[in-house]
């Protein structure tokens, strides 16, 4: 049977003009494109050529001019403020009107770049909006970011204006965010001439005359600003990739690719329509809330929600599920380290419980793998699709997913399902060979990528072609390993550098985790190769158990080398865990891997500018002292 995904499929491939050309006509031009593809400058892609248009206009104005002004356009939930506010089209709009006025009297026009460093905050999203609508660059930095990196970003993107606010808040914590602000200007060799502040009642920020603003103070006496025609393939925004040194990697979005791609998905994909509560549980600093906090959800004219909180601690593991049942929220993406943590906190769900769930439909992860026992806890106790989508910053929006919109396939457990429309996904050898169906290789996608997509780096058009182009050439390079089986369901088993070599065999640390993840007391792990003198590397695995388990660690220990010999093997060679408290990881919820393996092997490593918490390294420390490694140092 051909479903409705199978015919969008082959459709986007074989026929992207027209594809993609049908899903411009749902949006607003000024002016239509002269081309839907423009392919004269491979491998730089560009769509919608001679288009103009603007990202603000299509998200806010848009609604107001087409009768929805009244529609909730976005909810700020805050329990660390224990703040509810809600804001219409109408009144979004003439927030984004008046901030883009502000931002207008300090001389910002169109391309230049404001960089924005906010907590999770109404106003994140004004400056972001604002931006657009002059057709200024944004780059958002995800707040509390440190200062020596924020520096580095500052020099990178050149900033007009900085907005900022006084400071954000983790759980119970108030972190001032105006001295890391001040110090990174202090570093950085590129000076703004303004930084415009939020003032939050938490904690004043010291102003320094002349060069900082009071966001309240420059959006009062301004005068609202109209949306400024941009063309399409004009840059919406740069957002750095973490963990990066040296000069970072700004991955650039374009208006019109952008627009079009993110409106389609959010149909498509998650299945919503105008008018639904949609709810992205993530951050601004981050991709994931570019494309759906913000810009999606606002193109499809859904409501979004702002939610300035964590999934546990704020108060509790029911978190999620009073924001799902206050709001009446159909869909919601996070993370699947936020369910591990929920997991963690409450194995039996017994929070659920209590809360009215009944609209909600489903439920979708991307960041990391979602290994089976979370899908399956999840699936158990919401009774609802868990779907697992998986895409980059680079990407913008899902490489691969199951498109819920178009066809709801079986989900099969540690698979995103299938490439989604417009990607066209690959495996193939070292030497760009196609690979066997099931057999393991480098994830690919055929050039050019669809709309939505990064069309190149900040300024840096080698660096692009390096990091993305050249490896496999005709290909974009995910820097991912998987396999795709006889069904077309794809595998993203881990990074390419996350295959290990042991005795001459290529393996999987994610096919190990995925063992690991289904005993009953593991609520999170994390396995990775380390050097071994006879084996070249061997697997060590770390596990974080779920609250209230009492028995023996060593127990427990034996029971998952076993599963792992039971179900991968001996080749595996997997004989080495430990227990710890928690695992280090990015403050957007990805392990960091690669620096607890540097630990290991007793390499240098520095404590990477986005981690959650550093205190967590000295724990891995010790944690590895006790099996043997990174003693070195001792």
Not at 280 to 307: E, Q
Not at 613 to 629: F, R, S, T
Request: one cysteine or more; charged letters at 25%.
């Amino acid at each position: 049977m051909t479903t409705p995904y199978d015919t969008a499929y082959q459709k986007s491939l074989q026929d992207p003009d027209s594809f993609w050309g049908a899903a411009a006509e749902e949006c607003h031009w000024y002016k239509k494109w002269d081309k839907v593809l423009d392919d004269s400058n491979k491998p730089f892609y560009r769509w919608f050529a001679g288009g103009e248009m603007n990202t603000c206009y299509n998200a806010v104005d848009y609604h107001t001019d087409n009768g929805r002004g009244e529609q909730t356009a976005i909810i700020y939930d805050s329990p660390v403020t224990d703040t509810v506010k809600k804001y219409t089209y109408n009144h979004l709009r003439d927030e984004v009107a008046r901030f883009a006025g502000a931002l207008a009297a300090q001389g910002v026009v169109k391309g230049d770049r404001v960089l924005i460093y906010m907590p999770m905050i109404p106003e994140a999203a004004f400056a972001m909006l604002a931006c657009a609508r002059l057709g200024a660059v944004h780059s958002v930095v995800f707040g509390g970011f440190a200062a020596k990196e924020l520096a580095v970003r500052i020099n990178d993107a050149k900033p007009k204006v900085i907005v900022s606010a006084s400071c954000g808040i983790e759980v119970a914590r108030v972190i001032a965010y105006k001295p890391l602000l001040d110090e990174a200007i202090n570093i950085a060799d590129f000076k703004p001439d303004h930084c415009i502040i939020k003032q939050r009642p938490m904690e004043a920020a010291a102003m320094q005359d002349g060069r900082d603003l009071d966001w309240d103070a420059v959006t009062a006496a301004a005068q609202p600003h109209d949306c400024v025609p941009v063309a399409a393939t004009d840059p919406l925004y740069i957002l750095y990739t973490s963990g990066t040194t040296g000069v970072p990697k700004g991955v650039v979005r374009d208006n019109g690719g952008h627009l079009v791609a993110l409106k389609w998905t959010m149909g498509n994909i998650y299945n919503v329509n105008t008018g639904d509560v949609y709810w992205a549980a993530s951050d601004v600093g981050w991709v994931v809330g570019h494309s759906y906090i913000v810009y999606a959800p606002l193109f499809k004219g859904c409501t979004t929600i702002i939610f300035e909180g964590k999934p546990v601690g704020t108060p509790d593991a029911g978190a999620f599920w009073r924001v799902i049942a206050d709001h009446k929220v159909k869909v919601m993406f996070t993370a699947p380290t936020a369910f591990r943590a929920i997991k963690r906190e409450d194995p039996q769900a017994e929070l659920i419980q209590d809360y009215d769930l009944s609209e909600f439909k489903a439920l979708f992860l991307a960041g990391e793998r979602t290994d089976p026992d979370t899908l399956k806890w999840a699936e158990n106790n919401l009774k609802i699709p868990v779907i697992d989508h998986w895409w980059q910053t680079e990407t913008g929006w899902a490489i691969a997913a199951n498109c819920l919109g178009l066809h709801h396939y079986p989900v099969k457990e540690g698979s995103p399902t299938k490439a989604a429309p417009g990607w066209n996904l690959q495996v193939v050898d070292e030497n760009t060979n196609p690979v066997k169906a099931g057999e393991i290789g480098a994830l690919v996608v055929k050039l050019p990528l669809p709309p939505g997509s990064l069309p190149s780096l900040w300024n840096n058009d080698q660096g692009f072609l390096a990091a993305y182009m050249e490896e496999f050439p005709g290909y974009y390079k995910t820097a991912d390993a998987g396999f795709i089986d006889e069904d077309g369901y794809v595998f993203v088993m881990s990074r390419t550098d996350d295959i290990i070599n042991t005795a001459g065999h290529r393996l999987s640390t994610g096919a190990m985790e995925e063992v690991l993840a289904d005993h009953p007391d593991v609520a999170e792990c994390a396995v990775l190769g380390v050097d071994d003198q006879l084996k070249g590397q061997v697997p060590i695995g770390f596990l974080v158990l779920n609250a209230g388990v009492e028995r023996e660690t060593a127990d427990i220990i034996k029971e998952v080398i076993q599963m792992v010999r039971d179900r991968i093997g001996p080749v595996a060679s997997f004989k080495t865990a430990t227990v710890v408290k928690r695992l280090p990881k990015t403050r957007s919820g990805k392990i960091l891997r690669g620096t607890i393996q540097k630990i290991a092997d007793n390499k240098p490593y520095k404590a990477p500018a986005t981690i959650d918490d550093p205190v967590i390294l000295d724990e891995m420390e010790e944690a590895l002292n006790q099996i043997g490694y990174a003693k070195s140092k001792k």
